[in-house]
Nanobody, 123 residues
Framework: QVQLVESGGGLVQPGGSLRLSCAAS????????MAWYRQAPGKQRELVAT???????HYADSVKGRFTISRDNAKNTLYLQMNSLKPEDTAVYYC?????????????????WGQGTQVTVSS
């Protein structure tokens, strides 16, 4: 069974930094594009950043220049370095992965989500 587990969230003051991690585990054969999303209270979930297996990245305009997405393919782990945090960055952050995995003798291509980690930016 495939699992994505996020960590690294917490409470930070405006201007501070946090580093989120997302570890994928299970019968994974290959992870393609990975992404971070976030959802603030009362708002829809929004895309924060994506990274392909070849490490091409894309960022939402609201986080460009402040956040950096990266991955370690050997460890099946995704990261999000968040600097110069603002109160409007407060949200639950979710990782997302498009991956190829085994179920019994068969291969499946599916998208998985983590359970989310809370990031709160407040003085």
């Amino acid at each position: 069974q495939v699992q994505l587990v996020e960590s690294g969230g917490g409470l930070v003051q405006p201007g501070g930094s946090l580093r989120l991690s997302c570890a994928a585990s299970g019968s994974i054969l290959r992870i393609n594009t990975m992404a971070w999303y976030r959802q603030a209270p009362g708002k829809q979930r929004e895309l924060v950043a994506t990274i392909t297996r070849g490490t091409t990245t894309h960022y939402a305009d609201s986080v460009k220049g402040r956040f950096t997405i990266s991955r370690d393919n050997a460890k099946n782990t995704l990261y999000l370095q968040m600097n110069s945090l603002k109160p409007e960055d407060t949200a639950v952050y979710y990782c997302n992965a498009d991956l190829l995995h085994l179920r019994g003798s068969y291969q499946f291509q599916d998208t998985y989500w983590g359970q989310g980690t809370q990031v709160t930016v407040s003085s």
